[in-house]
């Protein structure tokens, strides 16, 4: 009898522990948002994109998440790359999700207008694709990032590559097509404003504004073709870019008129990996292959590769860099704190797949490269890859502390 | 600028409005006969490209693959067209406007998430054969040589329109339908039937145009929505229901907005809404439409 009620004791002991480790809290988790387009114009680039936070996350929690001890949980949301739909997903991120921090954007204009919903809200927002200069330039808020090359930077990358080239070659005028919206206009201002002081003998001769999702671009080259420039200049990205190098191809244009500095990221070198003309000269925010020799970028694209089969785009390595920003800004901070993260990501360098890289205190913009190089053949690889890469380093082509003064005496 | 270029320009512009002639006139069709404002029209139009994908990447190492890809993505929506028509789009014949416009746009919605699951997010490229992969040379300017056979597309299908509608017997009863649905019941014949091979014709057209539209360029989400606007502003001005009115819209929208790009790229796409709205106050039942219909 004793021997029983010792055993019930026991058995009751054994389950009022068990039950007690069940009722213990669960460990918190560090709430992520993604407010990417899963839909629209933007799709494109940003399922990499969503691809590499996936494995960021997933190689962070299996070490026990940020800090050993805070798991990541993913909440993605399709901004349709519509800046209303993107506010009102960020604002459900932060108010039914509680996330700390949203990863975005696409498009520029979904980006501008997030930021101030951030801010508001003292949430972290972290610019990984999206690229207007604008971002970080005007209407600043501190809890803004950005790891990617900005309008501005790239613009003046493709300026030093074209004003050679305008020089040794003798061209007189150019012509720009650009998509109708955020970024292509804030790309396209850049270059010619750019252009106009480092090869004032240049001409503009006419602008072309096709609108983003254009699906035939036809009208649009045989009337560049009619205006006879020396060269193009285009800012078009994603689907819009991909459509208007297959049209222009089929109509003999990049044999006709150079096309120098234009966006072809390696998305498009894949994509296209048969059809892209050869020997045009292009430009790119995050190439894997010109950071090869860095650990964490082999690293990444053996992993990435291993989970998706596929060779990571600019926009998943720019995502995957953000998501490890984050997570070096709370150790830096120690912290999951948004405020104290914040303070820590400022002007702090960090370990990226691209290298060693650092934020630029007055704009949280990351000292990131452009590359411009042209495309060739590789046996490495099974598409065309950039040869005779150019790498602007970030210091070199972003916008002077001075101007970014006076650009926001001026909103005031 | 000499004569060539402009003759380029105007060949853009034809090469654009036949590929919205593709778009409008299944639109219009079901709309003329049926009296049924199809919102999903363009997103049938966008299926008609991945569907077309999926033939192509299947048989892609033959030279016909594309040739075939485009026949046969067209018969399979007129097939899915007949489901949707049957299952759905008859339950709201007699229903008022509104409500047939949210049974369609909620078709857009269902069929996008459709395309989603099956597709995936990714693009999907269907590369062209050698025949129209490099361009042509016309009057010494190239051109696209795919565009030719768009154009052609285009013209026969306004052509076999034509002669289905006016010449033979079952053009004649949807004609018929289309004035008095009650006399061509009264003579026997069955109106669903009809109705329903109207639909699956309309569906037909636009898995067509969404197959030529395929190797165009790429094949994303969101194509739909951004092609719809113009499609529903050439029925406009063209008139609902009139196989002549669509295709004279389709050539001035594309012809307006190729010249104003040449002339005026700021204002290309202002310039077509500008002579929609102008269409709409000034003959609202458009160009070719009839009074009864505005």
Known sequence: ?412 | MDASLIFAQFMSGLSRGMMLFLIASGLSLIFGVMNILNFAHATFWLIGAYVCYTFWHLMQGYGFALWLSIPLAAVTLAAFGCIIEVVLIRRVYNRNLPEQLLLTYAMVLVLDDLIKIVWGVSDKLIERPPLVADPVFIFGTPFDSYFIFVILIGIAVAGGLWWFLKKTRYGHIIRAAVFSREMVSALGIPIPRIYTGVFALGIFIAGLAGAVQGPVGSITLGMDMAIVIQAFCVVVIGGFGSLLGTFVASVIVGEVYSFSILFWPEGALVLIFIVTALILIIRPWGLFGTPSRA
């Open chain 1, 1 to 412: 009898m004793k021997f029983k009620i010792i055993a019930v004791a026991c058995a009751l002991v054994l389950m009022g522990g068990f039950f007690h480790v069940d009722r213990a809290p669960a460990a918190e988790t560090y709430n992520l948002g993604v407010d990417l387009a899963r839909t629209g114009a933007g799709a494109f680039y940003s399922k990499d994109g969503i691809d590499a936070i996936k494995l960021a996350v997933k190689e962070i929690n299996g070490n026990g998440g940020f800090l050993g001890k805070y798991p990541i949980k993913l909440f993605i949301r399709d901004s349709h790359t519509k800046p209303d739909v993107a506010v009102r997903e960020a604002k459900d991120l932060i108010l039914r999700d509680k996330v700390r921090t949203i990863l975005a954007s696409y498009s520029s204009a979904c980006a501008v207008a997030i930021k101030p919903v951030a801010e508001e809200y003292k949430v972290l927002h972290i610019a990984a694709i999206s690229n207007s200069e604008d971002i970080t330039k005007v209407h600043f808020s501190p809890y803004t990032f950005s790891v990617v090359p900005n309008s501005y930077m790239q613009a003046k990358a493709v300026v030093l590559g074209v004003a050679g080239l305008a020089k040794k070659k003798g061209w007189k005028n150019y012509v720009t097509i650009a998509s109708d919206y955020e970024w292509g206009r804030s790309t396209q201002n850049n270059t010619v404003e750019l252009l106009k002081q480092a090869a004032p003998e240049l001409k503009l001769k006419k602008e072309f504004w096709p609108r983003l999702g254009e699906t035939q671009f036809t009208s649009y080259i045989t009337a560049i073709m009619a205006q006879k420039p020396d060269f193009v200049i285009g800012s078009i990205a994603s689907k819009d870019n991909v459509t208007w190098i297959k049209q222009a191809k089929a109509y003999g244009f990049f044999d006709k008129i150079p096309y120098p500095g234009s966006l072809i990221s390696v998305s498009e070198l894949m994509l296209q990996a048969k059809t892209l003309t050869r020997g045009l000269v292009g430009l790119c925010r995050a190439p894997f292959f010109a950071h090869m020799d860095v650990p964490m970028m082999a690293n990444f694209v053996k992993n990435y590769r291993a989970m998706y089969h596929q060779y990571p785009s600019d926009w998943a390595v720019m995502e995957y860099d953000a998501v490890y920003a984050l997570k070096q800004g709370i150790e830096k901070a120690k912290s999951i704190d948004s405020e104290k993260v914040k303070d820590a990501l400022k002007g702090a360098t960090i370990n990226t797949t691209r290298g060693q890289l650092y934020f630029r205190d007055i704009d949280n913009q990351l000292s990131c490269s452009s590359y411009i190089g042209v495309v060739a053949d590789d046996p490495k690889y099974p598409f065309p890859i950039y040869h005779d890469l150019v790498e602007v380093k970030g210091p070199d082509s972003w916008r002077p502390k001075a101007e970014i003064l006076e650009a926001r005496a001026k909103e005031k």
